[in-house]
Protein backbone atom coordinates (compact mmCIF):
# COMPACT_ATOMS: atom_id res chain seq x y z
CA UNK A 1 0.00 0.00 0.00
CA UNK A 2 1.15 3.47 -1.15
CA UNK A 3 1.05 6.16 1.08
CA UNK A 4 0.56 9.76 0.02
CA UNK A 5 3.26 12.14 -0.01
CA UNK A 6 2.87 15.30 2.41
CA UNK A 7 2.16 18.57 0.45
CA UNK A 8 5.97 19.24 1.39
CA UNK A 9 7.15 16.63 0.46
CA UNK A 10 5.67 17.13 -3.35
CA UNK A 11 6.76 20.67 -3.61
CA UNK A 12 10.40 19.64 -2.65
CA UNK A 13 10.22 16.83 -5.48
CA UNK A 14 8.69 20.07 -7.76
CA UNK A 15 11.76 22.16 -6.84
CA UNK A 16 14.13 19.61 -7.30
CA UNK A 17 12.83 18.85 -11.15
CA UNK A 18 12.95 22.28 -11.74
CA UNK A 19 16.69 22.89 -10.13
CA UNK A 20 17.38 20.10 -13.35
CA UNK A 21 16.77 22.92 -15.87
CA UNK A 22 19.54 25.92 -16.83
CA UNK A 23 17.54 27.92 -18.40
CA UNK A 24 13.97 29.33 -18.14
CA UNK A 25 12.79 28.45 -21.77
CA UNK A 26 13.58 24.68 -20.46
CA UNK A 27 11.37 25.38 -17.15
CA UNK A 28 9.02 26.81 -19.46
CA UNK A 29 9.11 23.83 -22.05
CA UNK A 30 8.50 21.67 -18.85
CA UNK A 31 5.53 23.70 -17.99
CA UNK A 32 3.98 23.40 -21.22
CA UNK A 33 4.55 19.75 -21.40
CA UNK A 34 3.02 19.08 -17.71
CA UNK A 35 -0.07 20.96 -19.28
CA UNK A 36 -0.12 18.55 -21.77
CA UNK A 37 -0.20 15.83 -19.43
CA UNK A 38 -2.83 17.46 -17.69
CA UNK A 39 -6.10 14.89 -18.00
CA UNK A 40 -8.96 16.52 -20.29
CA UNK A 41 -11.49 18.10 -18.05
CA UNK A 42 -14.79 16.32 -18.77
CA UNK A 43 -17.14 19.38 -20.66
CA UNK A 44 -20.12 18.86 -17.84
CA UNK A 45 -17.16 20.95 -15.41
CA UNK A 46 -16.58 23.97 -17.85
CA UNK A 47 -19.64 25.91 -16.22
CA UNK A 48 -19.58 29.57 -15.75
CA UNK A 49 -19.47 28.54 -11.43
CA UNK A 50 -16.00 26.78 -12.26
CA UNK A 51 -14.62 29.65 -13.96
CA UNK A 52 -11.28 31.11 -11.61
CA UNK A 53 -12.14 34.75 -12.27
CA UNK A 54 -9.10 36.86 -12.50
CA UNK A 55 -6.71 35.09 -14.79
CA UNK A 56 -6.55 36.26 -18.32
CA UNK A 57 -6.96 33.18 -19.68
CA UNK A 58 -9.68 30.73 -19.56
CA UNK A 59 -9.44 28.22 -16.37
CA UNK A 60 -11.90 25.77 -15.03
CA UNK A 61 -11.59 24.21 -11.46
CA UNK A 62 -13.41 21.66 -10.08
CA UNK A 63 -13.49 19.65 -7.25
CA UNK A 64 -14.25 16.99 -5.30
CA UNK A 65 -14.50 16.07 -1.64
CA UNK A 66 -13.80 12.54 -0.59
CA UNK A 67 -13.21 10.45 2.77
CA UNK A 68 -12.39 14.20 3.90
CA UNK A 69 -9.94 15.23 1.65
CA UNK A 70 -10.02 18.06 -1.54
CA UNK A 71 -9.27 16.66 -4.74
CA UNK A 72 -9.10 19.16 -7.54
CA UNK A 73 -9.16 19.16 -11.64
CA UNK A 74 -8.82 21.78 -14.07
CA UNK A 75 -8.44 22.88 -17.68
CA UNK A 76 -7.50 25.79 -19.56
CA UNK A 77 -7.42 26.98 -22.48
CA UNK A 78 -3.52 28.42 -22.58
CA UNK A 79 -1.17 25.40 -22.03
CA UNK A 80 1.80 26.91 -20.17
CA UNK A 81 -1.86 27.91 -17.72
CA UNK A 82 -2.27 24.00 -17.76
CA UNK A 83 1.17 23.55 -16.60
CA UNK A 84 0.81 25.76 -13.60
CA UNK A 85 -3.05 24.57 -12.27
CA UNK A 86 -1.67 20.76 -13.15
CA UNK A 87 1.62 21.68 -10.84
CA UNK A 88 -0.74 23.05 -8.14
CA UNK A 89 -3.12 19.82 -8.12
CA UNK A 90 -0.23 17.41 -7.81
CA UNK A 91 0.65 19.44 -4.92
CA UNK A 92 -2.35 20.14 -3.00
CA UNK A 93 -4.85 16.91 -4.77
CA UNK A 94 -5.54 14.31 -2.06
CA UNK A 95 -4.95 16.03 1.26
CA UNK A 96 -6.91 17.61 4.05
CA UNK A 97 -8.85 21.34 3.81
CA UNK A 98 -6.57 22.01 6.90
CA UNK A 99 -3.56 21.07 4.59
CA UNK A 100 -4.18 23.37 1.99
CA UNK A 101 -5.03 26.40 4.64
CA UNK A 102 -1.75 25.50 6.31
CA UNK A 103 0.49 25.39 3.44
CA UNK A 104 2.20 28.23 2.23
CA UNK A 105 3.16 26.68 -1.35
CA UNK A 106 6.55 27.92 -1.10
CA UNK A 107 7.63 26.01 -4.04
CA UNK A 108 6.26 28.85 -6.61
CA UNK A 109 8.75 30.98 -5.19
CA UNK A 110 11.19 28.48 -5.06
CA UNK A 111 11.37 27.91 -8.60
CA UNK A 112 11.31 31.51 -9.49
CA UNK A 113 8.36 31.27 -10.72
CA UNK A 114 7.11 34.61 -9.12
CA UNK A 115 10.04 36.47 -11.17
CA UNK A 116 9.77 34.82 -14.50
CA UNK A 117 5.80 35.04 -14.92
CA UNK A 118 4.19 38.28 -16.93
CA UNK A 119 2.46 40.11 -14.46
CA UNK A 120 -0.50 39.09 -16.09
CA UNK A 121 -0.16 35.41 -15.79
CA UNK A 122 1.50 35.92 -12.09
CA UNK A 123 -1.99 37.27 -11.39
CA UNK A 124 -4.12 34.37 -13.06
CA UNK A 125 -1.73 31.66 -10.64
CA UNK A 126 -2.70 34.04 -7.35
CA UNK A 127 -6.34 33.88 -8.87
CA UNK A 128 -5.51 30.18 -8.97
CA UNK A 129 -4.08 29.61 -5.46
CA UNK A 130 -6.84 31.60 -3.77
CA UNK A 131 -9.58 29.70 -5.69
CA UNK A 132 -8.11 26.41 -4.25
CA UNK A 133 -8.03 28.01 -0.77
CA UNK A 134 -11.52 29.29 -1.01
CA UNK A 135 -12.60 25.67 -1.89
CA UNK A 136 -10.43 24.18 0.94
CA UNK A 137 -12.31 26.64 3.50
CA UNK A 138 -15.37 25.53 1.98
CA UNK A 139 -15.25 21.86 2.25
CA UNK A 140 -13.75 22.67 6.05
CA UNK A 141 -17.03 24.47 7.39
CA UNK A 142 -19.36 22.22 5.57
CA UNK A 143 -17.30 19.20 7.31
CA UNK A 144 -17.31 20.81 10.38
CA UNK A 145 -20.94 21.66 10.37
CA UNK A 146 -21.64 18.17 9.47
CA UNK A 147 -19.75 16.39 12.15
CA UNK A 148 -21.04 19.53 14.49
CA UNK A 149 -24.45 18.15 13.73
CA UNK A 150 -24.00 14.68 13.89
CA UNK A 151 -22.18 15.01 17.24
CA UNK A 152 -25.12 17.08 18.60
CA UNK A 153 -27.46 14.20 17.25
CA UNK A 154 -25.45 11.81 19.13
CA UNK A 155 -25.85 13.68 22.85
CA UNK A 156 -29.61 14.66 22.29
CA UNK A 157 -30.02 10.66 21.59
CA UNK A 158 -27.45 9.70 24.88
CA UNK A 159 -29.66 11.79 27.14
Known amino acids: MSTQK???????????????????????????DLGKKLPVL???????ENRVKGCQSTVWLATDFREGKVFFKADSD???VKGLISMLIRVLSGHTPQERLNDKLGFIQDIGM????AQTRSNGLLSMVKQMKNFALAYKIKN??????EHGRAETKSN
Do not use: C, G, P, R
Open 78 to 80: AVI
Open 42 to 48: DDQYKIN
Open 114 to 117: TTHL
Open 6 to 32: TIAETEKEIVEEFSLFDTWDDKYEYII
Open 144 to 149: SSIKDY
